[in-house]
Nanobody
Framework: QVQLVESGGGLVQAGGSLRLSCAAS????????MGWFRQAPGKEREFVAA????????YYRDSVKGRFTISGDIAKFTVFLQMNSLKPEDTAVYLC???????????????WGQGTQVTVSS
């Protein structure tokens, strides 16, 4: 069992930045790869970014490349999502996920956090 707790969401103006954090805890947490998803009202959940603890390989959806950066602190089992140049269309609940599925992509979450709201005003 893995527990995921997100933090760092909030309200920001277009062009601004936010940094999300996801703290992972539980059994064999270091064997899980980590990812971020988002879900806007009335829309399906969509993949945002993922990172492999070993090797540090990163994956991004096209619409966030160059603006978002995923990183991790394996010593603290915490993954971050730095979001720059935010746009109103980035508004969503952002959820952290953990997976043991290999290969890492397409990312299929085994465990999910509760989510943190990100709102970008125009």
């Amino acid at each position: 069992q893995v527990q995921l707790v997100e933090s760092g969401g909030g309200l920001v103006q277009a062009g601004g930045s936010l940094r999300l954090s996801c703290a992972a805890s539980g059994r064999a947490v270091s064997t899980y790869n980590m990812g971020w998803f988002r879900q806007a009202p009335g829309k399906e959940r969509e993949f945002v970014a993922a990172i492999s603890w070993t090797g540090g390989t990163r994956y991004y959806r096209d619409s966030v490349k160059g603006r978002f950066t995923i990183s991790g602190d394996i010593a603290k089992f915490t993954v971050f999502l730095q979001m720059n140049s935010l746009k109103p269309e980035d508004t969503a609940v952002y959820l952290c996920a953990a997976t043991r599925t290999r290969p890492i992509m397409p990312f299929r979450g085994d465990y999910w956090g509760q989510g943190t709201q990100v709102t970008v005003s125009s």
